[in-house]
C-alpha cells in the first residue's frame, strides 16, 4: 500500500482529490504541516523534485514523486477507484477528464472574480454560467438512473468531478440555480457527506445567496502591491492558491482597504514604465498621412526601439462564434472604444479577416515596455482576456511579414488558414 | 411482497446474528421471536433488538431525528405495506417511494439504514415482477433498488435484477 507525504496549502480543492482518496483505500498520507506556498515550493529542494514548483504534489515513502493531483490521487488508489475492468478504468479516466475540462476552467472564471483573485470580465463570466449550466446539465441526465459516475460505487470519477464542483457549490450555485439539477445535487450531497470525504473537506455548506464579483477585494489584492504580485509568482500560482490568498492580503494591510480606489483614479497607468525616445503621435500622423509600404513601415523599423518597447500579435480565441463580418468589425470597434488612456503609448492594427459565418480577428500591436499593457490597468482588462497574446521578436523576417500584412491590411496572412483580409480598424 | 418473517430473517442473516423462528400472534399476524434473551413481538422491536444484538446501532439512527425517520418508515411498512391489497394500492405505494427518493440515495441520510434493508427485502418481489416499463416509471425508486442490490451481503443468494440506465420509452412514462 503507498504512503508517502502530500505538500498543499490548506484547503486546496486539487489536493482533496487524492486525500479522499487516500481515505477509500487506505493510502497513508500525511500533509506535510511545514509546508509554507510560495517559499518551499520554490526552494531548490522542492524544484529538483517537482520541477513546476506547484502543488499537490506527492513523495512516496520510497522515493517516487508525483505531480498532478489527478495523478497523485491514481498512485494512491486502489482497483474499487480506479475501475475493475478495462471499461470502467476508461470511463473514470472520461470523468477525469470532463471534470478538468468541461467544469473546471468555467468553474474558476465565475468564481475566482467573487473571491477577488481575478479581474471581473462580465462576457466571460455569462460565458462561464452557459458552460456551467450545460456541463451541469449532462450530469444531471446522467445520473437520473445512476447513483454513482461508474458502476453502483464510489469511484475516483466521483471523487475528482465533485472536487472540481467544490469551488462552484460553495460560492455560486444558490438554490435557484442549481434548483433544477436534482440529480446532481443528490449525488454531490451524498458524497460530500460520505464519512471519507467529510475527514477531508470538513463539514461543506451549499452556497445560499450567488456571490458576486468582489472589487474591494480586488482593489486589495492587486491594487498597488504590485511587488507582491511578483513574489507571488504571477497569475498561474494564484490559480493554485484560490483560498489563502485573499486571507494573507487581508491581514496585512487592513486599513489600505479604503484610500485604494481614489488612488487609482489620478493615476497614470503609464507611470511605471519606462520611458522611451520612440515619438507614438509623429508615427500615427506618418502612418495616417502616408502610404504604408513605401513610407510609414520603414520610418517605423528606423525608429523602433526594441529595447523599451514590444511588439504584440493577438488572434481571437473564439472564432466559431463570429457570424457576420461586420459584427466582427463591431466588436473590435467597441475594443478600441474601451481602451482610453492606452492610446498615449501604443498602437495596434486589428483585422478581420474571412468572409460571413466564417471570420476571426488578427492583430497586430506595440507600445511601451515589455509585459502586456493591459494589466497596467483594470480599465483595460474588459476585451484583451478574449484574444490569445503573443509577443513576437522584433528582428525575425517572420515578424516584418506580420507587420507588413498587418499596417498595410494586405498580403496572404498565411498563418490564418488563407483567410482573406476584409476589413480592419486601426487604434491610434 | 415478501412475508414479514421472511423479511426479518434476511435482516438478521445480513447483520449475522441469528434470530430463530418467527411465529405470527393473532389475526394481525403480529411477528413475535423467541429468543433466549425474552420475547420480542412486532417488526419495528424485532429489527431494532437485532440491530442492537449486532452492535450496529448506527442502523436505527444517531440521533434523535434519525431515530423518528427509522420508526416513521418502519411504521409505513408494517401500516401501509403490509396491508396492499390491491394493485392499485402498491402501485400508490411505489409512486410515494418513488417521489421521496427524487432526491436522495438512501432513506435516512447518507447511508445505509435500517430502513433500507427493511423495504429492500419487503420489495424484492414487487420489484422483480414490475415491467421495464413501470421500473422506469418508478426511475428513482429503481435507482435506488439497483444500488442496494450490488452488496452480496444485502442481495445474498437473491437473483439480480436488471434494471436499464438508459431510457427505453419516451413520453409520459416519467
Same mark, same amino acid.
Given at each position: 500500500m503507498a504512503s508517502g507525504k502530500l505538500y498543499t496549502y490548506p484547503g486546496n480543492f486539487r489536493a482533496f482529490k487524492a486525500l479522499i482518496a487516500a481515505e477509500y483505500s487506505g493510502a497513508k498520507v500525511t500533509v506535510d504541516t511545514s509546508f509554507k506556498f510560495g517559499e518551499t515550493n520554490k526552494s531548490s529542494d522542492f524544484l529538483a523534485k517537482f520541477p513546476l514548483g506547484k502543488v499537490p504534489a506527492f513523495e512516496a515513502s520510497n522515493g517516487d514523486c508525483v505531480f498532478e493531483s489527478n495523478a497523485i490521487a491514481y498512485y494512491l488508489g486502489n482497483e474499487q477507484l480506479l475501475g475493475k475492468t478495462q471499461t470502467d478504468s476508461a470511463r473514470v479516466q472520461q470523468w477525469i477528464n470532463f471534470g478538468d475540462n468541461e467544469i473546471l476552467p468555467a468553474s474558476c472564471t465565475w468564481?475566482?472574480?467573487?473571491?477577488?483573485?481575478?479581474?471581473?470580465?462580465?462576457?466571460d463570466t455569462e460565458k462561464a454560467k452557459e458552460l456551467i449550466q450545460k456541463a451541469l446539465t449532462v450530469l444531471n441526465n446522467y445520473l437520473k438512473t445512476r447513483t454513482y459516475l461508474v458502476g453502483e460505487r464510489i469511484t475516483q470519477a466521483d471523487i475528482a468531478v465533485a472536487c472540481d464542483l467544490l469551488l462552484a457549490y460553495q460560492y455560486v450555485l444558490d438554490p435557484s440555480f442549481r434548483g433544477s439539477f436534482v440529480n446532481v445535487n443528490r449525488w454531490f450531497t451524498t458524497l460530500i457527506n460520505q464519512p471519507q470525504f467529510k475527514k477531508v473537506i470538513g463539514d461543506f455548506k451549499l452556497c445560499e445567496k450567488m456571490a458576486a464579483f468582489d472589487a474591494k477585494k480586488y482593489a486589495e489584492l492587486h491594487g498597488g502591491d504590485k511587488k507582491k504580485k511578483d513574489d507571488k509568482g504571477g497569475k498561474q500560482q494564484k490559480k493554485e492558491q484560490p483560498k489563502q490568498q485573499?486571507?494573507?492580503a487581508k491581514k496585512e494591510e487592513p486599513a489600505a482597504e479604503e484610500e485604494e480606489p481614489k488612488k487609482?483614479?489620478?493615476?497614470?497607468? @503609464?507611470?511605471?514604465?519606462?520611458?522611451?525616445?520612440?515619438? #507614438?503621435?509623429?508615427?500615427?500622423?506618418?502612418?495616417?498621412?502616408?502610404?504604408?509600404?513605401?513610407?510609414?513601415?520603414?520610418y517605423f523599423w528606423e525608429k523602433f526601439d526594441k529595447n523599451t518597447m514590444s511588439i504584440w500579435r493577438c488572434v481571437y480565441k473564439y472564432p466559431e462564434e463570429l457570424k457576420l463580418t461586420f459584427m466582427t468589425s463591431?466588436?473590435?470597434?467597441?475594443?478600441?472604444?474601451?481602451?482610453?488612456?492606452?492610446?498615449?503609448f501604443a498602437f495596434g492594427s486589428m483585422c478581420v479577416l474571412g468572409e460571413n459565418n466564417d471570420n476571426t480577428i488578427s492583430g497586430v500591436w506595440?507600445?511601451?515596455?515589455?509585459?502586456?499593457?493591459?494589466?497596467?490597468?483594470?480599465?483595460?482588462?474588459?476585451?484583451?482576456?478574449?484574444?490569445? @497574446?503573443?509577443?513576437?521578436?522584433?528582428?525575425?523576417?517572420?515578424?516584418?511579414?506580420?507587420?507588413?500584412?498587418?499596417?498595410? @491590411?494586405?498580403?496572404? #496572412?498565411?498563418?490564418?488558414?488563407?483567410?482573406?483580409?476584409?476589413?480592419?480598424?486601426?487604434?491610434? | 411482497m415478501a412475508t414479514t418473517g421472511d423479511t426479518i430473517q434476511s435482516i438478521s442473516a445480513y447483520l449475522g446474528v441469528k434470530c430463530g423462528k418467527i411465529t405470527y400472534d393473532g389475526p394481525e399476524k403480529i411477528p413475535v421471536m423467541k429468543g433466549k434473551t425474552g420475547t420480542r413481538k412486532g417488526f419495528t422491536t424485532i429489527l431494532k433488538h437485532l440491530a442492537r444484538a449486532a452492535e450496529k446501532q448506527n442502523l436505527i439512527g444517531e440521533n434523535l431525528g434519525e431515530k423518528a425517520v427509522v420508526d416513521q418508515w418502519l411504521e409505513f411498512k408494517t401500516c401501509y405495506i403490509d396491508r396492499c391489497g390491491a394493485e392499485k394500492d402498491t402501485n400508490q405505494i411505489l409512486k410515494e417511494l418513488n417521489t421521496y427518493l427524487s432526491d436522495k440515495?438512501?432513506? =435516512?441520510?447518507?447511508?445505509? +439504514?435500517?430502513?433500507?434493508?427493511? =423495504?429492500?427485502?419487503?420489495?424484492?418481489?414487487?420489484?422483480?415482477?414490475?415491467?421495464?416499463?413501470?421500473?422506469?416509471?418508478?426511475?428513482? =425508486?429503481?435507482?435506488?433498488? !439497483? !444500488?442496494?442490490?450490488?452488496?452480496?451481503?444485502?442481495?445474498?443468494?437473491?437473483?439480480?435484477?436488471?434494471? +436499464?440506465?438508459?431510457q427505453l420509452y419516451s413520453g409520459s412514462a416519467h
Open positions: 468564481v475566482f472574480p467573487c473571491l477577488g483573485i481575478t479581474q471581473f470580465n462580465k462576457q485573499p486571507k494573507q487609482k483614479d489620478d493615476k497614470d497607468p @503609464w507611470a511605471k514604465i519606462v520611458k522611451s525616445d520612440f515619438d #507614438f503621435d509623429a508615427f500615427k500622423r506618418c502612418y495616417s498621412n502616408n502610404d504604408t509600404i513605401p513610407v510609414a513601415l520603414p463591431n466588436l473590435v470597434g467597441g475594443m478600441l472604444q474601451r481602451l482610453e488612456k492606452l492610446r498615449k506595440f507600445w511601451r515596455g515589455h509585459d502586456l499593457a493591459f494589466e497596467l490597468s483594470p480599465d483595460w482588462q474588459i476585451d484583451f482576456e478574449s484574444y490569445e @497574446w503573443t509577443k513576437l521578436d522584433p528582428d525575425a523576417e517572420s515578424t516584418k511579414e506580420v507587420v507588413k500584412e498587418h499596417f498595410a @491590411w494586405e498580403g496572404d #496572412f498565411k498563418d490564418m488558414g488563407g483567410k482573406t483580409f476584409n476589413t480592419g480598424k486601426v487604434y491610434k | 440515495v438512501y432513506f =435516512l441520510s447518507h447511508r445505509v +439504514s435500517l430502513i433500507d434493508l427493511a =423495504l429492500y427485502y419487503t420489495l424484492y418481489t414487487t420489484i422483480k415482477e414490475l415491467t421495464f416499463y413501470d421500473k422506469q416509471k418508478y426511475l428513482h =425508486l429503481s435507482r435506488w433498488f !439497483n !444500488n442496494m442490490q450490488q452488496s452480496n451481503s444485502i442481495r445474498q443468494s437473491s437473483l439480480y435484477i436488471t434494471f +436499464s440506465k438508459t
